[in-house]
């Protein structure tokens, strides 16, 4: 049954990109609107619909509490932000995507984090966010579009990467509180600051991985200089200039 599923979603999948393909390259206005219909029709069958069920509260930052829904029809916890507007398709994509990370970073899939889909007004400084503390990753739902992300797929394998560091410092010290979170903090940079070390990682190269990574090493946060690291080697991903996060312009997680 399963199998099955996933052979017509994948055949769903192929008839989207086919239509979207006629759509952009057609020169014929009433044929692109044809087929711009028939990718949307496909895209129903192939996704499950966003359901927004029981509200609950969530904490974006310490001094900012967002309205969020839970997504009735998915496993684990996925929610979206009242204030946020996401498609079928794009949830889908962060979702696999998220898994996917866990998955090659070796974080078992019952440890998955709470996903909460919130708008850029209510991010405004970040495609991704992990927070260790709850356990929970934010998204922006702009990040499956590749116009504004160009390296699919980085943002959400760059923040399961912190949540890789959270996950064993958990094991060594317990859960992360506000009250450990500067200890979790230093603790990940100084693991982190190993794994540089040991890859050849200077000040004179570590802008070959990313101008994120080269803007985190000289501030001394070797935690998101790994992860940007580990994201630019991940399995099947070409080598190119890392695009996840950007601190106080695109930032990210772990601050």
């Not at 619909?49 to 029809?73: A, C, L, M, W, Y």
């Not at 399995?235 to 695009?243: F, I, P, V």
Request: charged letters at 35%; proline letters at 4%; hydrophobic letters at 25%.
């Amino acid at each position: 049954e399963k199998n099955r599923r996933e052979a017509q979603q994948q055949y769903a999948e192929r008839q989207i990109e086919k239509y979207e393909r006629l759509a952009k390259y057609s020169l014929d206005q009433e044929n692109k609107e044809r087929y711009s219909e028939k990718a949307e029709e496909w895209e129903e069958q192939a996704y499950r619909p966003v359901t927004r069920g029981e509200p609950s509260t969530i904490f974006i930052k310490p001094e900012q509490k967002i309205d969020i829904k839970r997504i009735e029809n998915y496993s684990g916890e996925v929610y979206v932000s009242d204030q946020a507007e996401i498609k079928p398709r794009a949830l889908h994509t962060l979702n696999r995507r998220t898994e996917d990370a866990l998955k090659e970073w070796k974080i078992p899939l019952e440890r998955k984090p709470k996903i909460v889909v919130v708008s850029p007004d209510e991010m405004p400084t970040a495609y991704g966010k992990y927070d260790a503390m709850q356990n929970t990753v934010f998204y922006i739902p702009q990040i499956t579009d590749s116009k504004i992300v160009e390296a699919q797929g980085d943002i959400e394998f760059h923040e399961m990467w912190h949540m890789k560091q959270a996950e064993n410092f958990r094991k060594r010290y317990g859960e992360i509180t506000r009250e450990n979170y500067g200890k979790y903090i230093e603790n990940a940079c100084k693991e982190a600051k190993k794994t540089i070390d040991r890859a050849g990682i200077t000040e004179y190269n570590v802008s070959d991985i990313s101008s994120y990574a080269d803007q985190m090493f000289w501030i001394d946060r070797y935690d998101e200089v790994e992860a940007e690291y580990m994201v630019k080697h991940r399995r099947g991903k070409k080598h190119g200039n890392s695009q996840v996060s950007g601190g106080d312009s695109k930032g990210d997680g772990n601050l």
